[in-house]
């Protein structure tokens, strides 16, 4: 079974500045999808970025870009130039390539200080 | 409508009581997904729809939990003799099509159970 590892439970970055979220999954599949949810306090569930594993290159989304080792199965999600707005419960999830059942980590939650 | 409607965002309710919730997605969204979020957690897969059919429902933790989508639009999950340990917040979404396609979450609705 597929599972989505999420290390930090919490942290905090001084606006403008970079962070990383880190993430673990297992998976005996060769192809997959792998995403970065945003949950902010208005209990919305935004889809951040997403990334399919049979490409090599580094999904980027504006100031958002993944880290993405296949072989070490990790994909770290990087925030750059962090904002007020980005302070929110961060989640990782899986999805199989023939399966429809997304799998979350247990998430990160952000606070960025003024 | 312009995105996945949730309705009711809070429901409190006495145990023993049965509960309905209502998931109203996005307009011409074939699939439809039933997700519930314990405090702390990332959302676990409930059930999943394709159009009218109820294609999977392997995440229903038990049988007082139900889902139906009859016109394979608006869906209801039901849970009858609700318990304490049945509040969660139960999220909805949906997509265009099934498989590895981007889902729209809705709001969620946040059950408490007393």
């Known amino acids: 079974a597929q599972t989505v590892t999420q290390s930090q439970p919490e942290m905090s970055v001084q606006e403008a500045e970079t962070v990383t979220l880190s993430c673990t999954y297992d998976?005996?599949?060769?192809?997959?999808?792998l995403f970065w949810y945003k949950q902010p306090p208005s209990r919305q569930m935004i889809l951040v970025i997403r990334?399919?594993?049979?490409?090599?290159q580094n999904a980027t989304e504006n100031r958002f870009s993944v880290n993405f080792q296949k072989a070490a199965k990790s994909f770290s999600l990087k925030i750059s130039d962090s904002q007020l707005g980005d302070t929110a419960m961060y989640f990782c999830?899986?999805?199989?390539?023939?399966?429809?059942?997304?799998?979350f980590g247990s998430g990160t939650r952000l606070l960025v200080r003024p | 409508g312009a995105g996945v409607s949730q309705s009711p965002r809070y429901k409190v309710t006495k145990r023993g009581q049965d509960v309905a919730l209502r998931c109203d997605p996005i307009?011409?969204?074939?699939?439809l997904y039933w997700y519930r979020q314990a405090l702390g957690q990332g959302p676990e897969f409930l059930t999943y729809f394709n159009y009218e059919a109820q294609q999977d429902k392997s995440g229903l933790p038990n049988d007082r939990f139900s889902a139906e989508r009859p016109e394979g639009s608006i869906s209801t999950l039901t849970i009858q003799r609700t318990e304490q340990r049945d509040s969660a917040m139960y999220r909805c979404a949906s997509s265009l099509r099934t498989l590895n396609e981007k889902l729209f979450f809705g709001s969620g609705t946040q059950l408490s159970v007393l």
């Open positions: 990334q399919e594993a049979y490409k090599q």
């Open positions: 998976t005996s599949e060769s192809n997959y999808y």
């Open positions: 999830a899986f999805l199989g390539d023939s399966s429809y059942k997304l799998i």
């Open positions: 307009s011409g969204h074939v699939s």
